[in-house]
């Protein structure tokens, strides 16, 4: 593709055509819910637990409520991800297209 402009836009250069092709649906789905908001909830019930203690008695309220939080929050980070990556993809070929 290219050799200049920022170490993330060459990344998403080189990288962004094979996680495109597995679909919008899966990226979401694995690298926003899955990996973002299942780090996001372990994150949440080690520092909840190491506050409160783990056996404190609202322990497993609060991981109940933490868990669609965090997959909520997993969404949102995977569909903005999405579309700023695919913005900078589309700008980046267009940038090569009008000096090749």
Partial sequence: MTDYGSR?????????????????RHFVLVRGVAFWGGLMFVAMLAMTGLRLGFDHPRYPLLAAIALPLCAI?????????????ERIYRALQQQSRQFP
Avoid at 8 to 24: C, F, L, Q, S
Avoid at 73 to 85: E, K, S, V
């Fill in 8 to 24: 993330a836009e060459r990344r998403i250069a080189a990288k962004w055509p094979a996680i495109r092709a597995r679909g919008m």
């Fill in 73 to 85: 929050g997993g969404l949102a980070w995977g569909l903005l991800t999405w579309f700023l990556n």
